[in-house]
């Protein structure tokens, strides 16, 4: 069961420094605040979406200049299951506005001293755990319903990656800049 449960040392510190690096951008970025959170589901404050557009960004560049070095980046694309993806979609943004964290944000709230992110933290372990009780039934009756493989917009339209980078970060400059005067606007 726990066959290559367990890496090399050099992953394993690798991960380890990964890890803290992204709490601590969390934390700087502030999206390890409820009140963070809570603002963004109430259209009051745009930091999160701000947050995990420059993370999608900055991390599509990443990968995809890693491949164009030649460096040997392996994806997991997922499935494009579109009922599966929403139901999924659905529970997780249930989740998170009760809460008010994500699973990463609900970890690096912890180790920035929210004591109430705990129980939060522990919820989504039992969930994960009902979650993978369940996920055989869910498969058996939800999986091939408006299943579309492992697709992606660069393999559907045969373009490169990079077109939909490009237009990805412009629109993400564009609509920063439409948020951060909207906010503004709110504050003023």
């Not at 890496?7 to 394993?12: G, K, Q, R």
């Not at 380890?16 to 690096?21: Q, R």
Request: aromatic content about 10%; proline content about 2%.
């Amino acid at each position: 069961m726990f066959d290559g449960f367990t890496a090399d040392p050099t992953t394993l510190l690798l991960g380890a420094a990964t890890g803290l690096a992204f709490g601590f951008l969390l934390q700087r970025g502030g999206v390890t605040r409820f009140r963070v959170i809570l603002g963004q589901f109430l259209l009051r404050d745009f930091t999160v979406a701000k947050v995990m557009l420059t993370a999608i960004v900055v991390g599509a560049i990443g990968i995809y200049g890693m491949r164009a070095a030649g460096m040997d980046v392996t994806m997991h694309v997922k499935s494009a299951a579109l009922l599966t993806n929403a139901v999924g979609g659905l529970i997780f943004g249930v989740g998170m506005a009760i809460l008010g964290y994500c699973p990463g944000t609900g970890v690096a709230a912890i180790g920035d001293g929210s004591r109430h992110a705990i129980a939060g933290v522990l919820g989504m372990l039992c969930g994960a755990a009902l979650y993978a009780e369940v996920h055989p039934w869910l498969q058996q009756r939800l999986a091939g319903t408006a299943s579309y493989g492992k697709a992606t917009l660069a393999s559907t339209t045969g373009l490169s990656p990079w077109w939909f980078i490009a237009g990805l970060g412009v629109a993400a400059v564009i609509g920063m800049m439409a948020l951060e005067r909207y906010e503004r606007a709110r504050r003023a």
